[in-house]
T-cell receptor
Framework: ETGVTQTPRHLVMGMTNKKSLKCEQH?????MYWYKQSAKKPLELMFV???????ENNSVPSRFSPECPNSSHLFLHLHTLQPEDSALYLC????????????????FGPGTRLTVL | TQLLEQSPQFLSIQEGENLTVYCNSS?????LQWYRQEPGEGPVLLVT?????EVKKLKRLTFQFGDARKDSSLHITAAQPGDTGLYLC????????????FGQGTELSVKP
């Protein structure tokens, strides 16, 4: 496999379920990101990891819990979600987390389409 | 708060037509990026513009960064069905280049 992969591609869960989204990058990158994409709204940056360390939690509710065991893998653990959490969840990676004014190129996975009933 | 607004939100045109998509902000950005997202896929970077007034061309796509670095445009010449997709502009948070702010996107449909 090459690039950024995400599993599962589709997930339907009830509000009381617990599930996890998985992201794996095969690019040798050191920064990984979780985004939420809802219809007619801009992509929202949720979490950022740089060299396995979390550097951003963009006021995300605690029912979303990220985990980055190494630079190649990123998880998003979900529990007691709400219907408004239904969205496309995108994972991305970049060689480094750019610290200055210029962005690094981010490579996105295909996303997990989440539906909360 | 840095915001990016894209217009139009939806665009449906016939093959061969030209179009322009806009990305505007009241804030100055050090750079802006354009991504294209096809159905069922994640966004793919098309271009990064860095200098005010900069123009970059990618085959039939022309990208321009405004002189004041508050806006950008994407012009497509002789659109083809393969250009169909969601076009997103994105800019880095001030001095946090790795953390991007996205516009809401322009959904383009090119009919044969």
């Amino acid at each position: 496999e090459t690039g950024v992969t995400q599993t599962p591609r589709h997930l339907v869960m009830g509000m009381t379920n617990k599930k996890s989204l998985k992201c794996e990058q095969h690019l040798g990158h050191n920064a990984m990101y979780w985004y939420k994409q809802s219809a007619k709204k801009p992509l929202e940056l949720m979490f950022v990891y740089n060299f396995k360390e979390q550097t951003e939690n963009n006021s995300v509710p605690s029912r979303f819990s990220p985990e980055c065991p190494n630079s190649s893998h990123l998880f998003l653990h979900l529990h007691t979600l709400q219907p408004e959490d239904s969205a496309l969840y995108l994972c991305a990676s970049s060689p480094l987390l750019a610290g200055g004014p210029l962005p690094d190129t981010q490579y996105f996975g295909p996303g997990t389409r989440l539906t909360v009933l | 708060t840095q915001l990016l607004e894209q217009s139009p939100q939806f665009l449906s045109i016939q093959e061969g037509e030209n179009l322009t998509v806009y990305c505007n902000s009241s804030s100055v950005f050090s750079s802006l990026q354009w991504y294209r997202q096809e159905p069922g896929e994640g966004p793919v970077l098309l271009v990064t513009v860095v200098t005010g007034g900069e123009v970059k061309k990618l085959k039939r796509l022309t990208f321009q960064f405004g002189d004041a670095r508050k806006d950008s445009s994407l012009h497509i010449t002789a659109a083809q069905p393969g250009d169909t997709g969601l076009y997103l502009c994105a800019g880095p948070r001030y001095n946090q280049g790795g953390k991007l702010i996205f516009g809401q996107g322009t959904e383009l449909s090119v009919k044969p």
